[in-house]
């Protein structure tokens, strides 16, 4: 017989057993473990306020015995100066205006963005997925087994979008379907952007463009330039090569390039083109970019007219870069290259998760006293002090980003490399819930995932005035960079237009661990 389980009552005289005091007691206990912690932050956090509470008593005190003759006395001195005082007065306050105004840095805000929506057309499920990859007769059985089995755990869902190209068979990759896919791209996202804004074409004095794997002559920044007619002085810049993570990059450049050129626009679009890079060999490693990378792009547009502050979203707070090319582990970790029958393809090596994680940790450790309150960064330091000094056998603290943050932007390489950083920064699935229904209703969409999932928030109307943002970047190289926001103002979902409006109220959904596909 099944051994029964012992149920314990409550005693005759409406007493709980011991058991069930013993659970109250540490329920208690844990209730005032979260009042102690939430009791501290708030005493280190303001530290400066509460002393100034001391000193303005001392200030008041003193001043009560200060007589009316002494009073008297110092105003007749100052009358007897007064023009003197006044001119020395405006001067030096002047002085200190104009010094202070010409050292800050310029803010630069977030006017808008917008991300491109396909067509329906370009739907591509993991039934279909298979289906096209199955006809397309180079593939074999174990290469096709082992993309299933990836589809299948991806965490992405069956709305993704593809190529036009790609969905034919015979598939064209040619170089013409390429350009066709990356005007589609960069044109509808860059055209829904001035229609938002009013903005006119000739008014934008630089432009970053980034594309990780597509860069033909000439440009794509040039073709932007063609196509909108955008004046001839344009600082204009293409990068290439940087990978998902370019997307931060562009807005850091941006930034910079904003700090040295007053009362400008700067356009930022952030794409990738598939269609020449779909790979069609049968090397393991490299099949991984198929099954997740899917059809997306962003346009922002950036600001320092002091002017826009009014009409724009967010001002950009920090940028923080981190570079480990240095490494050769970390260098080689994600690599383009041909496979033994010359099929070029993205290499993509076991070792990601781990540079991932030594590329963020050296980002946070750069970011972190830039965000955290002093509560924080002050545990921190004690752990490190206990760890490194007194050699104490203790875990090493994990500072809190959800004290610097409302939102968080994690770029979605795949369900793994979320599962981590939501394990490591000890995020909330409420947290996480933009990054993960973006992978699963738009794929991996490169560089541009990141205004995805900020276009989530957004719809949902989570972001409030006020509310900090963290979008963080993962990127060959090995690259980890980070950008924050504040947002300005309260935005009204009724009032947006972006890629989930229409169907927000689907989300979230539950995705399983394992997706099984038959076709």
């Known amino acids: ?27 208690k206990g844990t209730l005032k473990l979260k009042y102690v912690k939430l009791g501290y932050h708030y005493l280190v956090s303001n530290a400066m306020y509460l002393l100034l509470v001391p ?46 105004f010409m050292s800050r840095p310029r803010s630069v805000y977030l006017v808008e963005f917008a991300c491109y ?99 033909p002559t000439p440009s794509l920044s040039a073709r932007i330039v063609n196509r909108y007619k955008l004046r001839g002085n344009i600082l204009s810049h293409n990068l290439g090569g940087m990978g998902c993570s370019a997307g931060v990059i562009s807005i850091d450049l941006a930034k910079n390039l904003l700090q040295v ?41 950036l600001s320092n007219r002091f002017p826009d502050r009014r009409r724009s979203k967010y001002r950009l707070v920090h940028t923080v870069r981190t570079h480990k090319g240095a490494d050769d582990r970390c260098f080689n970790c994600v690599f383009q290259q041909e496979d033994e029958t010359t099929n070029v393809g993205v290499f993509i090596s076991k070792d990601l998760m781990s540079v991932a994680g030594e590329a963020l940790k050296t980002n946070i450790t750069t970011l972190g006293p830039l965000v955290l309150p002093i509560s924080e960064q002050l545990l921190f330091f004690v752990s490190l002090v206990a760890k490194k000094v007194f050699k104490m056998k203790i875990k090493p603290h994990i500072p809190d980003f959800k004290l610097a943050f409302e939102h968080f932007c994690i770029h979605p390489g795949g369900r793994g490399v979320l599962d981590e950083l939501e ?12 990054s993960r229904m973006t992978l699963y209703r738009f794929g991996n969409t490169s560089s541009s ?39 300005i103002k309260t935005i009204d979902p009724a009032k947006e237009k972006n890629p989930w409006v229409n169907e927000i109220d689907e989300f979230p959904v539950q995705v399983p661990k394992v997706a099984p596909i038959v076709y």
């Not at 110092?74 to 002047?94: G, P």
């Not at 394990?423 to 933009?434: A, D, G, I, Q, R």
């Not at 276009?455 to 109307?461: D, H, L, N, V």
């Not at 989570?462 to 947002?487: E, L, Y």
């Open 423 to 434: 394990k490591n920064l000890e995020l909330t699935p409420w947290h996480m819930e933009p």
């Open 117 to 215: 929506k396909p067509e329906p057309s370009q739907k591509l499920t993991r039934e279909r997925y298979m289906e096209l990859t199955k006809a397309d007769g180079g593939f074999t059985e174990e290469s096709l087994a082992l993309q299933q089995k990836i589809l299948e755990k991806s965490g992405c869902g069956q709305m993704t979008y593809a190529p036009k190209k790609l969905l034919r068979v015979p598939r064209d990759q040619s170089m013409a379907a390429s350009m066709e896919e990356a005007d589609e791209e960069m044109f509808g996202a860059v055209d829904e952007l001035l229609a938002k804004t009013g903005v006119k074409p000739r008014d934008i004095g630089i432009l970053v463009v980034n594309s990780s794997l597509f860069n």
């Open 261 to 301: 050129h007053p009362n400008s626009y700067a356009l930022v679009v952030s794409t990738e083109s598939l269609t020449r890079n779909w790979y069609v060999g049968n090397e393991r490693s490299m099949l991984i970019t198929n099954c997740l990378f899917r059809v997306g792009a962003a346009a922002v547009l």
């Open 55 to 100: 000193l303005i008593a001392m200030l008041v005190a003193h001043l009560s015995t200060v007589s009316l003759e002494n009073f008297t006395e110092l105003w007749n001195h100052v009358r007897l100066n007064h023009f003197l005082t006044v001119i020395l007065c405006s001067v030096s306050l002047t002085f200190a205006v104009t010094l202070y």
């Open 1 to 27: 017989m099944a051994e029964e389980k012992k149920v314990e009552k409550p005693h005759e005289n409406g007493h709980h057993g011991p058991a069930t005091v013993q659970i109250l007691h540490e329920k």
């Open 449 to 487: 995932s990141l205004w995805y999932e900020l276009a989530y928030s957004e719809a949902k109307g989570r972001i409030r005035k006020g509310d900090r943002i963290w979008q963080i970047g993962f990127g060959s190289g090995f690259k980890c960079n980070s950008a924050v926001w504040h947002a």
